[in-house]
């Protein structure tokens, strides 16, 4: 059975992308920080019998990180599917934070995104195929979001250099781009937006996208 994996399945896009997935038939293994959110998450998709593995790991913590990863591909199997959606969003205008919070920002918007991808990446390229997909944001700079503009832009520049190691072995390296404050029945539905994570996932190889910008 195909397995997808969601890293940061809060109770927004983490959720609405996991469960769009397991609609269409895979095993979601869904990764957070906290358990009782991890475990909450999980239990709203497996209600109708679907298989879903809750795994709990900070996305900064490397170690962590690759342990939860490994033990979804012992259970489930090697992934289809990656969707990295971890985010530090907190507004700050320049100067308002240190070099820590920076740093920390950079750390979840970035690191563990290329973390994740060096650890699962390697094995689409072995197999030919996988998506690899990241949650992006802010499609133009806000001095209000210092460090989360700076995150996101550096998770475009991330899906670039994916993109151009693991794309030509068959790795669909893409993000899509949320250009506001997620919440049911607004804009940025989290259920609208999953649509952009599974339309990426089956895109045809000579059809790849590799940004989708929610609601252009």
Same mark, same amino acid.
């Given at each position: 059975? %195909?397995?997808?994996?969601?890293?940061?399945?809060?109770?927004?896009? $983490?959720?609405?992308? /996991?469960?769009?997935?397991?609609?269409?038939?895979?095993?979601? /293994?869904?990764?957070?920080?906290?358990?009782?959110?991890?475990?909450?998450?999980?239990?709203?998709?497996?209600?109708?019998?679907?298989?879903?593995?809750?795994?709990?790991?900070?996305?900064?913590?490397?170690?962590? #990180?690759?342990?939860?990863?490994?033990?979804?591909?012992?259970? #489930?199997?090697?992934?289809?599917?990656?969707?990295?959606?971890?985010?530090?969003?907190?507004?700050?205008? %320049? $100067?308002?934070?240190?070099?820590?919070?920076? #740093?920390?920002?950079? /750390?979840?918007?970035?690191?563990?995104?290329?973390?994740?991808? !060096?650890?699962?990446?390697?094995?689409?390229?072995?197999?030919?195929?996988?998506?690899?997909?990241?949650?992006?944001?802010?499609?133009?700079?806000?001095?209000?979001?210092?460090?989360?503009? #700076?995150?996101?832009?550096?998770?475009?520049?991330?899906?670039?250099?994916?993109?151009?190691?693991?794309? %030509? !072995?068959?790795?669909?390296?893409?993000?899509?781009?949320?250009?506001?404050?997620? /919440?049911?029945?607004?804009?940025?539905?989290?259920?609208?937006?999953?649509?952009?994570?599974?339309?990426?996932?089956?895109?045809?190889?000579?059809?790849?996208?590799?940004?989708?910008?929610? $609601?252009?």
């Amino acid at each position: 059975m %195909p397995a997808a994996v969601v890293v940061g399945a809060g109770p927004g896009i $983490g959720r609405s992308v /996991a469960e769009r997935f397991a609609r269409e038939g895979l095993s979601v /293994a869904v990764i957070a920080r906290r358990e009782d959110t991890v475990r909450q998450v999980a239990a709203d998709i497996g209600r109708a019998g679907r298989k879903v593995l809750a795994l709990t790991a900070d996305s900064t913590d490397e170690d962590a #990180l690759r342990s939860a990863l490994d033990r979804a591909e012992s259970e #489930l199997g090697p992934p289809d599917a990656v969707v990295y959606n971890a985010a530090l969003i907190r507004p700050d205008v %320049p $100067g308002e934070y240190g070099a820590r919070h920076q #740093l920390d920002a950079w /750390a979840v918007n970035v690191v563990g995104a290329l973390s994740t991808a !060096a650890h699962v990446a390697p094995g689409m390229a072995a197999r030919g195929h996988g998506s690899l997909l990241i949650t992006g944001g802010m499609p133009r700079p806000d001095p209000a979001y210092v460090s989360l503009t #700076l995150g996101k832009y550096g998770v475009r520049t991330l899906v670039e250099l994916l993109d151009a190691h693991y794309g %030509p !072995a068959g790795v669909h390296v893409a993000s899509v781009t949320v250009p506001g404050r997620v /919440a049911p029945g607004t804009a940025c539905d989290p259920d609208d937006i999953a649509e952009h994570y599974w339309r990426l996932h089956t895109q045809p190889k000579d059809s790849w996208q590799h940004e989708i910008v929610h $609601g252009t």
